[in-house]
């Protein structure tokens, strides 16, 4: 598969490997990985916080091999680029009373004594926010983990930290009291029910944290896409109904291309400039499963790589989603991305899972300024790589980003039109022009017991490309809504406003999308580049109730009454498979349709 050109610097050698010598083995032996990094408010050193397991740390799930771990913490440089202090111990463990089952054997008597007992951590993130250094992670059962989320008071972090140093110049052995005592107990609850983000059990959901200007959000994993959550405090919602608060999808899996099977959020979005706009930089994990790419018996064959989003730092919305990887598959890793001890024994080739990410220089962000990011390498190992956003963004994206406010500022009328898109999941939904975001908008309600339930999930414009100034369903035609057996075909007008000469001029051009029927908010493909490379200009920026021309009306009503023709094959044939592997339950069902079909009273098939 064609990767992308636009790619971070690989850096050598690996920053963290396990340690294999006692007592080290004990809790970091097997694996040190999934980085979450951080610069806090009193140290311009930058902390990495990591997924480690050792021998103490392994278990069984039926015959399924799985590891538990702890919080390691090693202090970097100011630069990122070397570890000054790797702690001997950790600083967030859990204590079990009896060990793990080693065998599948084993598993029913521990079961039976502790099958509802907290006794596994998974992975961790790590963040400030409003005085707090916060964790939020996986704890759980032996067959199941939950979202939780801890906290501790900045100043208390800072002198845990200074004592664990001045502790870490001694041999493990001898401060582990010492260490215990420090650490121990030292992250306090402040979750629902003291410890979940969720008031509800919900399953591992690759949880951050984003602070825009218009407050607090939660982006998350409902598998196998990213939504967004607006939160009070650092706790999940609720919904009037009483149901644990999924939110809307903002960005989706994208059947045709490399991330095909799951996608969801690394580590903590941290801030920078693109010319004078600020934004965030956001990593993001996309899986590759070959199977769903070609015809025959379906396993998971799945890779693992890093995407970047770019987030308005205004209010979180996405102006940019890379299409490709940022990272490829090459020699550099290849001794822990393919053959670590852990990916070894799973049902991948290749693990790439970067979760962590800062400026090289602190305050310097600016779109010529290095940036590093942290990377587990086969679930095993913990690598770096380096990255300007010119080496990583298309130059048109940065052109378009740059020039969004002088752009809004322009006035522009968008008419108001919706199409409906039906009932899917118990559910009615209205696709419409969203004039905030000259963008559109798939509107949901719900009327039940009384009460009705809604919510909007905007489809921003993309900078860089044919749409980048406005999407719309244009009020100078009828064209339907086409219902596909693979999914709701939604043409519509896709606008960019650019100069010639100093002369302004609108570019018109058709898209596509294609919606699951299941639930509409779930985008299973976007039109990329103007349908037919046809494009109509026209003087001046103009907005689209100025866009009454018979041509490109009549132009729209054909490409929307052939409209699969202009689907990639490829596209068409992955999201076909997969909706005939979700029918047969070989492959998983969009966890935010089936809590939609719950909250309808559905029920969750």
């Not at 759980?140 to 939950?146: L, N, Q, Y």
């Not at 393919?338 to 049902?347: A, F, N």
């Not at 339907?480 to 406003?497: I, K, N």
């Given at each position: 598969m064609e990767m992308n050109s636009h790619l971070a610097r690989k850096i050598l050698p690996l920053l963290l490997e396990p340690v294999l010598d006692p007592p080290g083995h004990v809790w970091q032996g097997h694996h040190v990985t999934n980085p979450t990094v951080f610069r806090p408010s009193f140290d311009t050193r930058v902390h990495l916080g990591y997924r480690a397991g050792g021998d103490r740390d392994h278990y069984c799930i039926g015959e399924t091999d799985v590891w538990g771990s702890s919080l390691g913490l090693a202090i970097l440089d100011a630069e990122g680029a070397y570890v000054v202090c790797r702690f001997p111990w950790p600083i967030l463990w859990i204590d079990r009373p009896d060990p793990l089952p080693q065998d599948p054997g084993q598993v029913p008597a521990f079961q039976a004594a502790h099958g509802q007992d907290i006794v596994v951590l998974h992975d961790f993130r790590l963040f400030e926010w409003s005085g707090f250094i916060h964790v939020v992670y996986h704890d759980g059962r032996i067959d199941r983990a939950f979202d939780c989320v801890r906290r501790m008071e900045t100043a208390r972090y800072a002198r845990l930290v200074a004592e664990s140093e001045r502790l870490a110049a001694h041999p493990p052995r001898e401060i582990h009291g010492a260490w215990r005592a420090l650490w121990h107990d030292a992250w306090e609850p402040c979750g629902q029910n003291g410890r979940l983000v969720y008031p509800t059990d919900n399953h591992k959901n690759d949880i951050v944290f984003l602070e825009t200007a218009k407050g607090l959000r939660m982006l998350h994993r409902p598998l196998p896409d990213i939504a967004t959550v607006a939160v009070d405090g650092i706790r999940g919602a609720v919904t009037p109904d009483g149901e644990t608060d999924l939110g809307v999808l903002e960005s989706c899996v994208r059947p045709g291309y490399f991330d095909n099977s799951h996608i969801g959020p690394n580590g903590q979005p941290i801030p920078a400039r693109i010319g004078s706009r600020n934004v965030f930089l956001d990593i993001s994990h996309g899986v590759h499963n070959a199977a769903l790419a070609r015809e025959g018996p379906f396993a998971w064959e799945m890779t693992y790589l890093p995407y970047l989003r770019i987030l308005d730092a205004e209010d979180g919305t996405v102006l940019y989603h890379s299409q490709e990887p940022i990272l490829e598959t090459d020699e550099t890793w290849r001794e822990y991305s393919e053959q670590g001890r852990w990916v070894r024994l799973l049902p991948h080739r290749h693990i790439v899972f970067a979760g962590g990410l800062t400026p090289r220089h602190p305050g310097r962000i600016g779109m010529d300024d290095p940036f590093v990011l942290y990377a587990g390498v086969g679930d095993t190992a913990i690598g770096q790589a380096e990255f300007t956003i010119r080496d990583l963004v298309p130059s048109n994206v940065l052109e378009a980003i740059q020039v969004l406010d002088r752009h809004r500022a322009h006035p522009s009328a968008f008419p108001e039109r919706e199409a409906d898109l039906g009932a899917a999941s118990g559910w009615r939904f209205v696709i419409r022009n969203l004039s905030?975001?000259?963008?559109?908008?798939?509107?949901?309600?719900?009327?039940?017991?009384?009460?009705?339930?809604?919510?909007?999930?905007?489809?921003?414009?993309?900078?860089?490309?044919?749409?980048?100034?406005?999407?719309?369903?244009?009020?100078?035609?009828?064209?339907?809504?086409?219902?596909?057996?693979?999914?709701?075909?939604?043409?519509?007008?896709?606008?960019?406003?650019?100069?010639?000469?100093?002369?302004?001029?609108?570019?018109c051009g058709f898209g596509l999308l294609v919606l699951d029927p299941d639930n509409p908010e779930r985008i299973l493909y976007r039109a990329t580049e103007p349908l037919d490379d046809r494009i109509w200009e026209i003087p001046g920026w103009v907005g689209g109730a100025a866009l009454e021309v018979a041509s490109i009306a009549r132009a729209g009503e054909a490409f929307a009454s052939e409209a699969e023709r202009w689907i990639p094959r490829q596209v068409l044939f992955e999201i076909r498979r997969m909706a005939e592997l979700t029918t047969q339950g070989l492959h998983w069902r969009s966890h935010h349709t089936t809590w939609l079909r719950r909250r309808a009273g559905l029920g969750p098939d």
């Amino acid at each position: 598969m064609e990767m992308n050109s636009h790619l971070a610097r690989k850096i050598l050698p690996l920053l963290l490997e396990p340690v294999l010598d006692p007592p080290g083995h004990v809790w970091q032996g097997h694996h040190v990985t999934n980085p979450t990094v951080f610069r806090p408010s009193f140290d311009t050193r930058v902390h990495l916080g990591y997924r480690a397991g050792g021998d103490r740390d392994h278990y069984c799930i039926g015959e399924t091999d799985v590891w538990g771990s702890s919080l390691g913490l090693a202090i970097l440089d100011a630069e990122g680029a070397y570890v000054v202090c790797r702690f001997p111990w950790p600083i967030l463990w859990i204590d079990r009373p009896d060990p793990l089952p080693q065998d599948p054997g084993q598993v029913p008597a521990f079961q039976a004594a502790h099958g509802q007992d907290i006794v596994v951590l998974h992975d961790f993130r790590l963040f400030e926010w409003s005085g707090f250094i916060h964790v939020v992670y996986h704890d759980g059962r032996i067959d199941r983990a939950f979202d939780c989320v801890r906290r501790m008071e900045t100043a208390r972090y800072a002198r845990l930290v200074a004592e664990s140093e001045r502790l870490a110049a001694h041999p493990p052995r001898e401060i582990h009291g010492a260490w215990r005592a420090l650490w121990h107990d030292a992250w306090e609850p402040c979750g629902q029910n003291g410890r979940l983000v969720y008031p509800t059990d919900n399953h591992k959901n690759d949880i951050v944290f984003l602070e825009t200007a218009k407050g607090l959000r939660m982006l998350h994993r409902p598998l196998p896409d990213i939504a967004t959550v607006a939160v009070d405090g650092i706790r999940g919602a609720v919904t009037p109904d009483g149901e644990t608060d999924l939110g809307v999808l903002e960005s989706c899996v994208r059947p045709g291309y490399f991330d095909n099977s799951h996608i969801g959020p690394n580590g903590q979005p941290i801030p920078a400039r693109i010319g004078s706009r600020n934004v965030f930089l956001d990593i993001s994990h996309g899986v590759h499963n070959a199977a769903l790419a070609r015809e025959g018996p379906f396993a998971w064959e799945m890779t693992y790589l890093p995407y970047l989003r770019i987030l308005d730092a205004e209010d979180g919305t996405v102006l940019y989603h890379s299409q490709e990887p940022i990272l490829e598959t090459d020699e550099t890793w290849r001794e822990y991305s393919e053959q670590g001890r852990w990916v070894r024994l799973l049902p991948h080739r290749h693990i790439v899972f970067a979760g962590g990410l800062t400026p090289r220089h602190p305050g310097r962000i600016g779109m010529d300024d290095p940036f590093v990011l942290y990377a587990g390498v086969g679930d095993t190992a913990i690598g770096q790589a380096e990255f300007t956003i010119r080496d990583l963004v298309p130059s048109n994206v940065l052109e378009a980003i740059q020039v969004l406010d002088r752009h809004r500022a322009h006035p522009s009328a968008f008419p108001e039109r919706e199409a409906d898109l039906g009932a899917a999941s118990g559910w009615r939904f209205v696709i419409r022009n969203l004039s905030e975001h000259r963008g559109l908008a798939i509107e949901r309600t719900l009327e039940r017991n009384g009460q009705v339930l809604s919510a909007l999930r905007p489809i921003p414009t993309a900078p860089g490309r044919f749409d980048a100034d406005g999407m719309l369903l244009w009020a100078g035609s009828a064209w339907p809504v086409r219902e596909a057996e693979f999914g709701l075909l939604v043409p519509y007008l896709g606008l960019r406003w650019r100069e010639a000469d100093g002369q302004p001029a609108t570019e018109c051009g058709f898209g596509l999308l294609v919606l699951d029927p299941d639930n509409p908010e779930r985008i299973l493909y976007r039109a990329t580049e103007p349908l037919d490379d046809r494009i109509w200009e026209i003087p001046g920026w103009v907005g689209g109730a100025a866009l009454e021309v018979a041509s490109i009306a009549r132009a729209g009503e054909a490409f929307a009454s052939e409209a699969e023709r202009w689907i990639p094959r490829q596209v068409l044939f992955e999201i076909r498979r997969m909706a005939e592997l979700t029918t047969q339950g070989l492959h998983w069902r969009s966890h935010h349709t089936t809590w939609l079909r719950r909250r309808a009273g559905l029920g969750p098939d």
